[in-house]
């Protein structure tokens, strides 16, 4: 199962990065609608289309706007935007109002679940409350043989919550808006530092790490200085755009 990341950073795009999105083909998922979901066009590859938003601020919602292109000469059977039920009401009264986007493309909304949804594989996903300002929820997949978890945007903390929900996940893929000294803005925003994600990964007995939603004010090749928490964790990859991983 390939896993692609369509857009790793956070709050803008850059001139490396688009904003949140992830997608598993195979599966015909897309976990958040950033700006990156416009590359989502050539990667479709089922009749139906499942979207699952983290929550509603503009970088993670702003691609539902995008979907006309997306979809564009696209025989889809079902899309379907999955979301905490208390902002559907925001998205259409706000996003889709008349005089920003006058007409919604062809989608229903969906409210998450709190217990397990089968897909069409037979693996189970769980959406996952997080520490968010507005709040937000991460989301867990579950095969037989593997598991994968996608956590932002949240403080990290291994006193967490959502830190049980991911416990011995295969692939953790967690948001790293900041490096470490920065834990003040972290708190004060609903991000994380570098070293308690770290920390969370060894928490949570996960097999690997992948950071998303990093800065985007940092273009560098490496944002974050990953040798300084080798000790506590490893292998971590800062996610780059493009990047396909099998899960």
Known sequence: MKLHFLGTTGYHPNNQ???????LPELGIIFDAGTGIFRA?????????????????????????????VLY?????????????????????????????PVKPNFDFQPLSDRPVTLSDGSQLLAIPLD???????????????????????TASVNAKYVEAVGNVN????????PDG???KA?????SCLTPVAQVAAAANADRLFL????????????????????????????????????
């Not at 990065?17 to 997608?23: D, I």
């Not at 692939?171 to 808006?177: P, V």
């Not at 990093?214 to 971590?236: A, C, G, K, R, Y």
Request: charged share 25%.
């Open 73 to 101: 000469q696209k025989e889809m059977q079902r899309v379907t935007v999955h979301l905490a039920e208390d902002k559907i009401e925001a998205i259409e009264k706000h996003l889709f109002s008349e005089p920003l986007f």
């Open 17 to 23: 990065r688009q904003t949140a999105c992830l997608m």
């Open 187 to 191: 708190k004060l925003t609903g991000h």
């Open 132 to 154: 968010h300002p507005g709040g937000a929820h991460g989301f867990r997949i579950d095969w037989p043989d593997r598991s994968c978890a996608y956590i932002t945007d949240t």
């Open 171 to 178: 692939t953790l893929i967690h948001e790293c808006y900041f």
């Open 41 to 69: 066009r050539d990667l479709i590859q089922t009749d139906t289309l499942d979207i699952f938003l983290t929550h509603i601020h503009l970088d993670h919602c702003i691609g539902l706007t995008f979907l006309y292109d």
């Open 212 to 247: 998303v939603h990093v800065n985007p004010l940092d273009e560098s090749p490496q944002p974050l200085d990953l040798e300084s928490v080798s000790p506590i964790f490893t292998p971590i990859t800062i996610a780059e755009d493009h990047m396909t991983i099998e899960v």
């Open 182 to 184: 920065w834990e003040s």
